[in-house]
């Protein structure tokens, strides 16, 4: 079976620093790409950052690139996502999602099994 457990959320200050975490089961990191996504109260969600399965090939949004960073231990079968710089425009739940395949999309659709999604919250 299929699980991802996203983890790693709080409140934290204007610039400071989170680092999510998405402990996946029942298939490899390794194998396919894993996304983070995250939706803001009364906002679609929105792609925040990709990494491809195999190369670790990676992908940010405009929003966060030079502030976040994706990474994979595929020993522990884990995603995590480190976040910088952290603004208040960045609260919202973050979830991680798996793809078809190894390659990265920005569709949403793209992504067949999520987790249940991990609330950061930035104050100002």
């Known amino acids: 079976e299929v699980q991802l457990q996203a983890s790693g959320g709080g409140l934290v200050q204007a610039g400071g620093s989170l680092r999510l975490s998405c402990a996946a089961s029942g298939f490899s990191v390794d194998d396919y790409a894993i996304g983070w996504f995250r939706q803001a109260p009364g906002k679609e969600h929105e792609g925040v950052s990709h990494?491809?399965?195999?190369?670790?090939?990676?992908y940010y949004a405009d929003s966060v690139r030079g502030r976040f960073s994706i990474s994979k231990d595929n020993g522990k079968n884990t995603v995590y996502l480190q976040m910088n710089g952290l603004k208040p425009e960045d609260t919202a739940v973050y979830f991680c999602?798996?793809?078809?395949?190894?390659?990265?999309?920005?569709?949403?659709?793209?992504?067949?099994?999520w987790g249940q999604g991990t609330l950061v919250t930035v104050s100002s």
């Open positions: 999602a798996v793809g078809r395949g190894a390659q990265i999309s920005q569709e949403r659709s793209y992504y067949i099994y």
């Open positions: 990494i491809r399965g195999g190369d670790g090939a990676t």
